[in-house]
């Protein structure tokens, strides 16, 4: 039995899997849920969200669970930090990004009229504030890219791929991250999305 992802390709935790499981090199089958499959999807997870994995018969649901899973059975090309305090750290963060900034980011996608955008910029720079510092002097957030870097990337990334909104230009320290991110992932361009 292969292992299959339930998942829809413009999703960000879905992203935030396909990344995990292409640094670790695993191979998968895709069944894309906006193709028709929500069916089979509830049939095997009991729930309609995705992303999931079936992993050889194992149902595994929610982008952390599953990163860590696969962290588990594939432990090369890590994706936490080595120490205790900074995995504690990227743990965090990671939870920040799924839990926190989705929100703004769900904002930027609801504002769909010229008027709804401004207060959502408002809500989104809050957290690109702290972003901004938190990459004040940092390639990757820690010694290499984690799924700190992974969470958060994706959820940003979102904002080029479905919103077509870019980063305003001030935020250079992101920029720069960002675009690290984007050559590491080997995207031609942030439009792009992780297959
Ligand atoms: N915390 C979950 C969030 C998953 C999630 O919200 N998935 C969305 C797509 S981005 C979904 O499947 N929504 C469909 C629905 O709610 O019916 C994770 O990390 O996997």
Known sequence: MAIRLFQSPTSMFCEKVRIVLASKNVPYDVVDVKKDERKSLIEFSGQ???PVMDYHGQCIID???ISAFLEEKYPQNTIYPTAASDKGLCLMLEDWSDEVLIHAIHLMRRAETPEARPAAE???G????????LFTGKSFIFDRMTIA???I????????TVVRYELP????????W??????????ASLYDIAA
């Open 48 to 50: 309609r969200k995705v």
């Open 63 to 65: 982008s952390t669970f």
């Open 122 to 124: 408002k809500a989104l």
């Open 126 to 133: 809050i957290d690109l504030r702290s972003l901004e510092l």
């Open 149 to 151: 870097d992974i969470a």
């Open 153 to 160: 990337f994706t959820q940003l990334h979102y904002l080029y």
């Open 169 to 176: 230009p001030g935020y250079k320290n992101l920029h720069t």
């Open 178 to 187: 960002m675009d690290l991110m984007r050559s590491s992932l080997k995207l």
